[in-house]
């Protein structure tokens, strides 16, 4: 034994009389928590600018005033704001949050740093569920659906739902056999492909029909309504809370499959609770603001980035509020009031997704050299 | 005494369609508190799906493995994670995760829902990362650690664990020989002072002979056997087991020697460490060193350094390095 101990170059101090000092650990994470206080501010900002700013611009005296129906109101500037800026910021809030918290979701769950509801296809997927219940409904006829409101409504979000479970199935099911790069790239496919058929679909339904499809394929959060809400909120509440009680689990995933399981982990109940989180998060928004790119990938970085952690417990609800700050500042510059309205939200996120996607590609040695 | 881990007449492998394809059977065994126990055997004679089986991750296709005298397959996972921890071969990626976060997920089946780590956690945390030794690294990103600083930490996570059983699969895999002895010896501290179980399989054999308690045997055969590690070594198990991997184990030595055939054969003459090490190069020349030959070779240390002498009938050099000696033995061919 005395041999053995003195050719350790630091001896071991399990039992030995002096305790051992406390190591002191700063991690960046806990010295960054004043972050959320900032983000929540401006949250709140963005909220006023969101029922400020537009074509008709109302100071915010007049939002104030607005919001809480105060005699003084403008009644044209309570219309603008009840009925068109109100339900569009809420969406993009829910949008945002519910996007960044599934493309988080999806990361650490396929363990590749580029997932997302859009680059493995389930935005795609959502996209056709929905296209094939609105031309069903023209086929069958739209009077039946327009007689039970909700039902049309409920039967959008289902279409959406059923259309990303399956692809998340199939992407669940492939990506033990295939690498990360290659994972991305069926998923993009599996979107050109289902762009494809969503025109074929189109092809054979009214044409004012398909003009009202195309604008939602666009992606905007302008195309929602109050009557949207009570399907979208409570899904997207049960998601995100989902979601978070998985925080733990998904920390343990981190270290990968086995060891997760060696930590008392159960690895089928935490994919079946995430993934069955993330298609809740990502079905409905798309389904009502149509197919929103980006966010979904690029939230999880920046809250990373800007808490400098991996830790779930600090990025899910990182996620959540970065999700809504950046989702209305995409939709805020949307709806400034330009002269001509040809900006869609999809350019606005490819100008900042498409370089922080190049970034994570450059800077990852996985990603760069293509092997695993 | 302190058995642990009873493995009963078990059988290992996997369950094709086709039948069952046996890796080892029939193994009856006790792992006790207090003992470092090796693992060895050539690739693919089934190491890991051993340690896979008696970790539960893999079921046996007989037999059954108890902990603590309960079927581990019957035990909760989160529980049994209080019993046994594990360190992998694998490499961890961990992403933006600290050592010391990492560490902390070996608290993971003592903690709520939300993980939360209470201060007796953070004690036990401090205690896994000093005992590795591993305090400079517990604020760096795991991610950055090279490879054996990344499983000093991961073994930091498993003594979080608060085990009574570890086991360790082939951990030094990617270490250099400097990291793989500062592990081994680890392991015996571990064994030894905190009375743990320790079941780790290795491919260091010279290692694990002289720092095992007890050695698992598991040759291509699939019959495991099993003893101090002297016990194999004399009764010819220990050679037996990798003779048909082409090399050849040499009981005096105590180490694994090629076989290829002697070349040459010189008479050596010296003293000391001079004549010992260049006594080693002869054997790694595959030059036979014999007592009475025409080449004949002194060695001498003087005020200036070390010399050698060649001489034989035709041939009288001197030469100033082993290396030299070597090239002049050569050319005399």
Known sequence: MMEVKQQLKRPLRVQETDPPKPIKVKLPARARMFIFPLLVIGILILILLELGVGTVAIDVNGVVSALFGLESADPTHSTIINELRMPRTIAAGIGGAALGTAGLQLQTMFRNPLAGPWALGLTAGAQLGVALVVTSAAVVGSSFLEKFEILSNLGIVAGAMLGCLLVLLLMVSIARYVSTITLLILGLMLGYFAQGLISAILHFTNQSQAKVFAGWNDGSFAGVYWEHFPVLIPLAIIGLISGWLMAKPLNAFLLGENYARALGMSIKRTRIITLGSAVLLAAPVTAYCGPVLFLGLIIPHLARGLFSTSDHRILIPAVMLLGCLVAMAADLFVHLPWERHFLHLNAVNALIGAPVVMWVLLRSRKMRTFEL | ?333
């Not at chain 2, 600290?98 to 608290?107: A, D, I, W």
């Not at chain 2, 570890?166 to 002895?181: C, G, N, Q, S």
């Not at chain 2, 081994?184 to 320790?198: D, P, S, T, W, Y």
């Not at chain 2, 991997?245 to 460490?273: C, R, T, W």
């Open chain 2, 1 to 333: 005494m302190d058995s642990v881990l009873d493995l009963r007449e078990l059988s290992i492998g996997y369950s094709l369609k086709s039948g069952n394809k046996v890796v080892a059977e029939n193994i009856t065994e006790t792992l006790r508190k207090g003992e470092l126990v090796c693992l060895l055997g050539p690739n693919g004679a089934g190491k890991s799906t051993l340690i896979r089986t008696i970790s539960a991750s893999q079921k046996p296709l007989l037999g059954q493995v108890f902990l603590d005298r309960k079927d581990i397959f019957q035990i909760a996972a989160r529980q049994l994670a209080t019993k046994l921890s594990l360190v992998l071969t694998e490499r961890v990626h961990g992403g933006m995760l600290s050592s010391y976060e990492v560490v902390g997920l070996g608290r993971y089946p003592y903690t709520g829902w939300s993980g939360k780590l209470k201060a007796k956690d953070h004690e036990v945390i401090q205690w896994a990362i000093t005992t590795v030794g591993a305090e400079e690294l517990a604020e760096r990103m795991i991610s950055e650690l090279s490879d054996g600083e990344r499983q000093k930490i991961m073994v930091a996570k498993a003594l979080a664990q608060e085990t009574e059983v570890m086991i360790l699969d082939e951990i030094t895999a990617f270490l250099d020989l400097p990291r793989r002895i500062e592990v081994m010896q680890l392991m015996r501290q571990l064994a030894k002072r905190e009375n743990k179980c320790i079941l780790m399989s290795t491919h260091d054999m010279e290692l694990a002979l002289k720092y095992s308690d007890k050695l698992w045997l598991l040759p291509k055969n699939g019959k495991l056997a099993i003893g101090a590690p002297e016990d194999l070594v004399l009764n010819g198990t220990f050679a037996k087991a990798f003779e048909s991997e082409g090399i050849h184990f040499d009981m005096q030595k105590g180490a694994f020697e090629s076989q290829e055939p002697y070349q040459q054969k010189v008479q050596l003459m010296g003293a000391g460490n001079e004549l010992l090490w260049t006594k080693k190069a002869m054997e790694r020349a595959r030059i036979e060193v014999v007592p009475d030959t025409t080449l004949s070779v002194s060695v001498t240390r003087t005020r200036e350094g070390m010399s050698w002498q060649v001489s034989s009938g035709k041939l009288n050099k001197e030469t100033n390095s082993i290396y030299e000696l070597l090239q002049t033995i050569k050319e005399y061919e």
